[in-house]
């Protein structure tokens, strides 16, 4: 069972259609990051979102971050065809040894046609 | 500036088998990380290192060593490869403690038959 569970698993919509990808816990982390990954490459930080409630945009991307700090959203408007990519959550809770360690969700793969 | 840099892009290995994944980074960071990413499944932390000569334990270690000898590099050893050891490596690395980001490489592709 993962900690974090990102859904849906896979999206696939029409270029100018909005989607929204949700990462769900039910643990408590002291931030939660969005990552991108295209194939063949390693995954790249879109956004780091710390306080409860926090919204962040990034062009056509929304990010929340819940009240309680449990969960996220990525909200993307108008996708394009350069959206489509692997989108992954991962959230982060500190430790003396190791300071802030990242589990990762399973992913939402989202293909964008045009 | 490569940033995260992995050696090899693709590795064929058969069972019993023994193989080492290297990672260099040359952004000075103090963090370095090995995870393991298996379709659905996001990506799993394997082994990570807090400085130069320390090494600990991650959710997924048993079947592989690490080593860090030199700040910027960070080995992975599977000394026995196994077929349940197919999968894709990352390595990350991170500046310091209170620094969210971390930076990816490229990946490594490892089949194991």
């Known amino acids: 069972t993962q900690l974090l569970e990102q859904s849906p698993q896979f999206l696939s919509i029409q270029e100018g259609e909005n989607l929204t990808v949700y990462c769900n816990s039910s643990?408590?982390?002291?931030?939660l990051q969005w990552y991108r990954q295209e194939p063949g490459e390693g995954p790249v930080l879109l956004v780091t979102?710390?306080?409860?409630?926090e919204v962040k945009k990034l062009k056509r991307l929304t990010f929340q971050f819940g009240d309680a700090r449990k969960d996220s959203s990525l909200h993307i408007t108008a996708a394009q065809p350069g959206d489509t990519g692997l989108y992954l959550c991962a959230g982060a809770k500190f430790t003396k040894a190791a300071g802030n360690k990242l589990t990762f969700g399973g992913g939402t793969r989202v293909l964008v046609k045009p | 500036n490569a940033g995260v840099t992995q050696t090899p892009k693709f590795r064929v290995l058969k069972t019993g088998q023994s193989m080492t994944l290297l990672c260099a980074q040359d952004m000075n960071h103090e963090y370095m990380y090995w995870y393991r990413q298996d379709p659905g499944m996001g990506l799993r932390l394997i082994h990570y290192s807090v400085g130069e000569g320390t090494t600990a334990k991650g959710e997924v270690p048993d079947g592989y060593n690490v080593s860090r000898l030199k700040k910027q590099n960070f080995l992975l050893g599977l000394e026995s490869a196994a077929p349940s050891q197919t999968s894709v490596y990352f390595c990350?690395?991170?500046?310091?403690?209170?620094?969210?980001?971390?930076?990816f490489g490229p990946g490594t592709r490892l089949t194991v038959t």
């Open positions: 990350a690395s991170r500046i310091r403690q209170t620094q969210y980001e971390q930076y």
């Open positions: 643990s408590v982390f002291s931030s």
């Open positions: 979102v710390v306080t409860g409630g």
